[in-house]
């Protein structure tokens, strides 16, 4: 688990190789870019993104953007269409997904108690908000305070009441970030109901694999004219890496935007090619 500047170190390090990805840097010109050793760096680096930098490199091509793409169309209609993310087993998380009522939305989170707390990952600190219910809020902090977190939970919540309580929150916050497996994982999110239904769909999206935001938008049934309205609905996700909002890429089979910085997607499919025994 890495704290906010370390992580900074290997982002930096992240958008290094990304950067320079055709003239294929050696590790010890990376290392010589972050100011670490080759040894701690590789040990670091393979901590939170779950592969070595040169297996990263291999990554970060194009070409391996697009062979995920392509080989992603195939299984995700296979499994779109049985219900399944993956061989055997429901999406890799097995989340159950709580809409607030139109009621509950319109009262922005009056009456619900959310406790919060800090917590380090292998992507950089996070705040994570539950309710009874379960998790409302996952965001990753450049400012890794308590003021600069619950403000990010008031952003979801406006009205709730807020409790500090991370001893509350460590659970599902080493549920979603592998450290544990044990049990479903709960989600209380409150959104319109086309949000709802592009965040459900998300959910579906195997780990390793990639879709596109027209791809998404016609498995949902609404063709890809809505391509760019799916993408709205992905962008409003409150809840990082639960709801894999990091597995939507351009049509052209670039990596495209995501709410909490390009190179966090990148470690996070990479993360995930490395657990599908890619690495």
Known sequence: ML??????RMEKAI????????????????SAHVGMSSFHLQRVFRGAVGVSPKRFLQFVTAAEARRLLEEGGNLLEASWSSGLSGPGRLHDLMVN??????AEV????????????????????CVLGATTRGVAVLDFLETATPSEAERRVRTHWPQARLHEDPAATEHPARRIFGATGDGPLSLHVHGTNFQIRVWEALLTIPAGRVVTYGGLAERMGLGEGHARAVGRAVGANPVAVAIPCHRVVLGTGALGGYRWGRERKLALLAREQAGAGAA
């Open 15 to 30: 958008r290094f190789l990304d950067e320079h990805r055709s003239e294929q840097p050696t590790l010890a010109q990376l």
């Open 3 to 8: 704290d906010a500047p370390t992580y900074r």
């Open 97 to 102: 997904v709580h809409a607030m009522t139109p």
């Open 106 to 125: 319109r009262a922005e989170g009056a009456g619900v108690a959310i406790r919060w707390g800090i917590h380090d990952t292998p992507l950089g600190p």
